[in-house]
């Protein structure tokens, strides 16, 4: 190898909201520690540089969304994307992150070098297509876990016929002219859900069709607590107090739901029906075939969807399409939507690790006979992290403790004079799969994706309480982990 070959301590895949979330700790707590940010796109932001769509915004609160170690001072609690992309901007901007970005780069090879205990690492410039090697001791992969280039869209029959414009949400295009128009929305997640009421605003009409309903949540646009407390004291007492709030009731709704499915169905149920026109079919459009939280609760803040509903600007179909005609769609009820516009909000196209297969000594690792540890290191993966957050409640929290019990296994190698960091799962061991959740996409693709196993420290926690003991105070010399100091000297 090249003497001249640069050498990193960190190489961060991503520059969204985690990737962004991990160099700051590496700063702040390993700040003799050299990193890097790998990104593929032109600008930072991740997901919320990339959705482009009307109205896009969150689906959980920015006070745990958010850095717990940057108050968000906004008064909208959902917040929108562009909002959340200047909240990330300000991050880099204010700690001096943005020069160790580097842009319009791609990871395009990661392998393991046994005998030099390092990842030589291949980046392509999105570019010029012009490819280089770098060497890393570690690998952070914060990359996300979807397809960026292709969202999913199930093959329509007849889709061919329709006159029509057909959208997908992933890539929105700017000059989409919508106002005035007939618009159907397909699906009902919290892409549907947040759609409809930005399209309402000016379309002719906007009807979500869904196959499946989905549990619709009314939140306010302010948080309370934020907003009372702001009025006393200064943003950094009401942003903590907000998000230990926020942080409990989250962990309390999820509890709630868990243990008294019928009652929390019944509380739901009622709340829409308050929300909505007297007479309307609550029972048909809002009554999925599940329990609450056995997929994500869609958050409509100040219950826009229900606004939309009641002042018919939009309208809801719960039937299965039956064929795609020239002017709309035909349903297997018979009934025919007419659309000059159909957005299909059909969900996501995940990609375990962005894409991003290691290898170790140039073979590749096979991710779903991997088992995740802390759901933070790979099983038989030297050096290599991943940003898996929360499904129950704000994904970031996770990925917040994470980071932070990253930094610490980075010092505790670094003191003892460790090079290498490897977790070793027991022979024939029990496993899950990864996330135990019921969203199209992560069912489409669990046989990708690494395992769990059925105890810690092997099993994913979705319970930040306990996280807190386990990644802020744990132990990182688990006896789960195999350290090796330096075998020889780099070249």
Known sequence: MQNTLPFLDVLIVGAGISGVGCAYHIQKKCPDLSYTIIEARADLGGTWDLFKYPGIRSDSDLFTFGYDFKPWKEKKAIADGRSIKAYV???????????????????????????????????????SEHTEQVATRWVFNASGYY???????????????????????????????YQGKRVVVIGSGATAVTLVPALAQTAAHVTMLQRTPSYVL?????????????????????????????????????????????????IIRSLNVKMLPEGYPVDTHFNPPYNPWEQRLCAVPGGDLFESISKEKASIETDTIATFTETGIKLDSGKHIEADIIVTATGLNLLPLGGLIPKIDGEAVKLPECITYKGMLLSGVPNFAIAVGYTASSWTLKIG???????????????????????????????????????????????????????????????????????????????????????????
Not at 101 to 116: C, L, P
Not at 234 to 249: H, S, V, W
């Open 89 to 127: 901007e300000e991050t880099v901007n204010e700690n001096g992150i943005k020069e160790n970005i580097r842009f319009r780069t791609r990871v395009i090879d990661i392998d393991w070098q046994g005998d030099k205990q390092y990842w030589l690492v291949t980046l392509k410039s999105e570019q």
């Open 147 to 177: 397809r960026y280039d292709k969202g999913y869209t199930p093959d329509f029959k007849g889709q061919s016929a329709f006159k029509g414009k057909i959208v997908h949400p992933q890539h929105w295009p700017e000059d989409l002219e």
């Open 218 to 266: 009314p939140v306010p646009v302010e948080d309370p607590v934020a907003k009372y407390l702001r009025a006393w004291f200064n943003d950094n007492i009401a942003f903590n107090a907000a998000r230990r709030f926020n942080i409990a009731k989250q962990r309390w709704v999820y509890a709630f739901c868990q243990r008294f499915p019928k009652r929390a169905r019944k």
């Open 401 to 491: 403790l994470l980071c932070e019990h990253f930094t610490r296994l980075l010092n505790h190698m670094n003191k003892r004079g460790f090079t290498q960091c490897t977790p070793i799962a027991e022979p024939d061991m029990e496993t899950q799969p990864l996330l135990n959740f019921g969203a199209g996409y992560i069912q489409r693709s669990l046989d990708k994706l690494p395992r769990q196993g059925t105890r810690y420290p092997w099993s994913m926690s979705f319970n930040y309480a306990e996280d807190v003991k386990i990644f802020r105070k744990g132990r990182v010399d688990d006896p789960a982990l195999k350290f090796e100091k330096r075998h020889e000297k780099r070249a």
